[in-house]
């Protein structure tokens, strides 16, 4: 329910654009036919509750016991928030590295002085490319002595390299996502987003995205 639904918000609200014909340059400096800008959902409040909404039912399937609600640095902030909201939890958001000024802060709510022992930690991330950012999250939160074997995020494209990195921590790192590359494609199809050639040019790109 939320996949579909999240894919047909992304879509109408521009959030998510797919462009087979005319592919986008990333930061990278690959060349992508898709598009993905998750903090557009934040300007619509039911788009904000949906999502929330969404989180909250992939927690309560897997009836983890954790304490604590973290975010990744900047885009996974906001849901995140929203959801430590909802459960009246803790929240502390991850930077991507430490500050360089201050008391080099990497996990922001804590003490500089203290760490996370003792608790376990769900980390909210908006978007899954190849892992990364994501990874070095649950790393940081691990070397503040928390634990975090479970992530989940808003879209996921589903990439064999993002599956690589997150088994490869140790313990490796569950990941759920709301919406996948898969059924973005099937609902953008459906609402006639994308034409039949289209939708198989995306899916052969997702076969080998780098290449």
């Not at 014909?21 to 949906?50: E, Q």
């Not at 201050?102 to 769900?122: C, F, K, T």
């Not at 490319?129 to 070397?143: D, F, L, P, Q, Y």
Request: net charge negative.
């Amino acid at each position: 329910m939320f996949s579909r639904e999240i894919a047909r918000a992304g879509l109408d609200i521009g959030a998510i654009k797919l462009r087979p014909d005319d592919p986008f340059t990333w930061a990278s400096g690959f060349r992508m036919p898709i598009y993905n800008d998750n903090r557009m959902f934040l300007f619509h409040p039911r788009f904000r509750d949906l999502i929330s909404d969404g989180f909250l039912n992939l927690l309560e399937t897997k009836d983890l016991d954790f304490d604590v609600i973290a975010g990744t640095s900047t885009a996974g902030i906001s849901p995140a928030t929203t959801l430590a909201d909802k459960l009246n939890k803790p929240f502390i958001y991850v930077r991507d590295a430490p500050k360089d000024h201050g008391l080099g802060n990497q996990i922001e709510g804590i003490d500089a002085e203290s760490d996370l022992s003792g608790y376990n930690i769900v980390l909210v991330e908006d978007l899954i490319s190849t892992g990364g950012s994501s990874v070095r999250a649950v790393e940081a939160i691990r070397n503040a002595n928390g634990r975090c074997d479970y992530c989940v995020s808003i879209f996921d494209y589903g990439l064999d390299k993002a599956a690589q990195a997150f088994e490869a921590l140790d313990p490796s790192c569950e990941v759920d996502s709301l919406l996948v590359y898969s059924n973005l494609l099937e609902e953008a199809r459906d609402t006639n987003y994308i034409n039949p050639a289209q939708e198989r040019m995306l899916a052969d790109w997702r076969d080998d995205p780098f290449n």
